[in-house]
T-cell receptor
């Protein structure tokens, strides 16, 4: 079974500073990987996804993530954060081979933006 | 707006009461899911439905039942609510896993 670890429960970053959120996964083959963002009181919005090809993927809101097979990682980055980026971020892994047995989510990283 | 619609948005139940959470999507997706979100636990899959007429248990199905009424609708029922079921419930749908999921805005349920 697949699993996801987000090592940082909370991260505080100053507005304008760069950001990296860590995600490590466990899966026997190359997985589908996703990052979602959840603003307070809202549902989850897809930021970006990886399933093949270029290991650096671009997403919405200026985010990018890099798939590193050797490290089983899919870290999320942004060069300069804005106050509106304060939210909960979830990494998720999905199994290849079809089926609909669900994505497995990490426990989330809460991002705080300091002025 | 196209997407996933959940009702109600908020609900307070007494222990032992029953209720059904409703979910509908208008994107013609085959697969639908129910997750619960608890602080520090992330999202955990309760039940899913790969297609109309099929349902399967996820990671935390105890205390819940589901119905895939048609391709659009997937409901979650609590037969006898318990305080441990206090949570935020999300419905999601997808065409296939590599497309990612579209989530509803959630139902915040409190069981007292």
């Amino acid at each position: 079974a697949q699993s996801v670890t987000q090592p940082d429960i909370h991260i505080t970053v100053s507005e304008g500073a760069s950001l990296e959120l860590r995600c490590n996964y466990s899966y026997g083959a190359t997985p589908y990987l996703f990052w979602y963002v959840q603003s307070p009181g809202q549902g989850l919005q897809l930021l970006l996804k990886y399933f093949s090809g270029d290991t650096l993927v671009q997403g919405i809101k200026g985010f990018e993530a890099e798939f590193k097979r050797s490290q089983s990682s899919f870290n999320l980055r942004k060069p300069s954060v804005h106050w509106s980026d304060a939210a909960e971020y979830f990494c998720a892994v999905g199994a290849r081979g079809g089926g609909a047995d669900g994505l497995t989510f990490g426990k989330g990283t809460h991002l705080i933006i300091q002025p | 707006n196209a997407g996933v619609t959940q009702t109600p948005k908020f609900q307070v139940l007494k222990t032992g009461q029953s209720m059904t959470l409703q979910c509908a999507q208008d994107m013609n997706h085959n697969s639908m899911y129910w997750y619960r979100q608890d602080p520090g636990m992330g999202l955990r899959l309760i039940y899913y439905s790969a297609s109309e007429g099929t349902t399967d248990k996820g990671e935390v199905p105890n205390g819940y039942n589901v119905s895939r009424l048609n391709k659009r609708e997937f409901s979650l029922r609590l037969e006898s609510a318990a305080p441990s079921q206090t949570s935020v419930y999300f419905c999601a749908s997808s065409e296939q896993v590599d497309y990612g999921y579209t989530f509803g805005s959630g139902t915040r349920l409190t069981v007292v």
